[in-house]
């Protein structure tokens, strides 16, 4: 179902097919060929416009669709040499259609700014998370100076390379607005108090949403917290950084994980490589069970897995997809010992991993019911298994 190949740029991958008539380069079609509509970022690489550039500022491309209306665009410089790498828009397409946009020169126009955003950085006044966050959910990690104060029992401090998650019930940015309240109440985002949501998630030294490991005997080696970060994007429609770890496990890994969340998904891509000492015998992906609540549903043959469990007085949704091909098997793992209970999916060693992980909180309005969280997995699933098909003319 899968195609064996990601793009490492975007969060949803497209398949970008160049004519061979670049001197009139100013057309993009982008195919919908799902049954349903889709709401995506896409990512047209610099050296697919090298015809549009050639000729004209990369500062005055803009982008219009069918109806003449200029669209919110965004460049991102992957690897910092002070050169853009990709142009990001949104294309929003109805089932089995396809959609055509205009590139034109205008350093008249402003580029339209969005309402919404995406955004993420590194919380110094907080330990030292790493907080990212798009209009429909936010998501932090946690770093050293967080790992050496909860080795000296400091209180509130994490030792954990789990992936937290922070209910959100607003397209409106928190992050800055949830920590500054934290320097004068440590409670100030634990409790959903002003119709912006919480973080009642408890991670611990579980997976939480998307943390990976390596599956032993029955026991998952994992590393501990980040050591270093790097934001290479924030942006109206996409963030991106990546987050390096000390050496874990008997295999020696050494880790680098790149992560990117678009703005209107509920999934951040995860893009760990590795270099190990030893031959490790997989990757595991994995999502807490916490106390063993709730349900889990592993699905090997389309490579989506979730946990649905009720946290205070609704629902979540947390979930992991990945290529099926490169799944092993998969396990709902549960133990009596704190933090040890995951949904576990274990897949084939490789120096590259890439798997989408993400959730949906019932008080947010984006589901009601499990079978709505199911279907958001299902819908993302396909969109990673046959991507839009962009035409550049």
């Not at 020169?105 to 309402?115: Q, S």
Request: with cysteine.
């Amino acid at each position: 179902m899968f195609r064996s190949k990601f793009l490492i740029s975007g969060c949803i991958c497209a398949i970008v097919c160049t004519s061979s008539f670049l001197k009139a380069q100013n057309s993009i079609q982008i195919k919908n060929t799902l049954n349903f509509s889709r709401n995506e970022v896409v990512s047209i690489s610099v050296d697919q416009l090298k015809s549009f550039l050639n000729k004209n500022k990369e500062s005055d491309l803009r982008i219009k669709d069918s109806n003449n209306k200029y669209l919110p665009i965004q460049w991102i410089d992957y690897d910092g040499d002070g050169k853009n790498d990709e142009l990001l828009f949104q294309a929003n397409i109805n089932a089995k259609k396809t959609n055509s946009y205009t590139i034109v020169a205008d350093e008249k126009t402003l580029i339209p700014e969005t309402k919404v955003s995406t955004y993420s950085r590194l919380v110094p006044e907080r330990a030292d998370d790493y907080t990212w966050e798009n209009d429909k959910i936010a998501f932090r990690v946690y770093g050293p100076k967080g790992q050496q104060e909860a080795l000296q029992g400091v209180k509130g401090s994490t030792l954990s390379s789990g992936v937290d998650i922070w209910l959100k019930r607003t397209d409106q940015p928190i992050i800055n607005k949830w920590y500054k309240g934290y320097l004068t109440d440590p409670m100030y985002y634990h409790k959903d108090t002003r119709g912006e949501g919480y973080d009642p998630y408890q991670v611990g030294d579980s997976r939480g949403t998307g943390g990976i490991g390596i599956w032993v005997n029955e026991k998952l080696q994992v590393s501990q917290n980040f050591v270093s970060s790097k934001t290479i994007a924030e942006g109206p429609l996409r963030t991106v950084f990546e987050l390096t770890y000390n050496p874990w496990s008997e295999f020696g890994v050494k880790e680098t994980k790149r992560i990117s969340l678009d703005l209107g998904s509920n999934f951040s891509k995860f893009e760990s490589n590795f270099q190990v000492e030893k031959q490790v015998p997989n990757y595991t992906i994995g999502i807490t069970l916490h106390k063993n609540e709730g349900e889990a549903k592993l699905n090997d043959k389309n490579g989506y897995y979730f946990h649905w469990e009720k946290i205070d007085d609704a629902f979540v949704g947390e979930g992991v997809v990945v290529d099926p091909k490169i799944v092993e098997k998969s396990v709902a793992f549960k133990s009596e010992t704190p933090d040890q209970s995951n949904l576990l999916v274990v897949t084939k060693p490789q120096n590259k991993l890439t798997y989408y992980a993400g959730f949906a909180w019932q008080k947010s309005g984006q589901i009601q019911t499990q079978k709505d969280w199911e279907t958001l997995l299902q819908k993302q699933s396909q969109m990673i298994a046959n991507p839009l098909i962009i035409q550049i003319k």
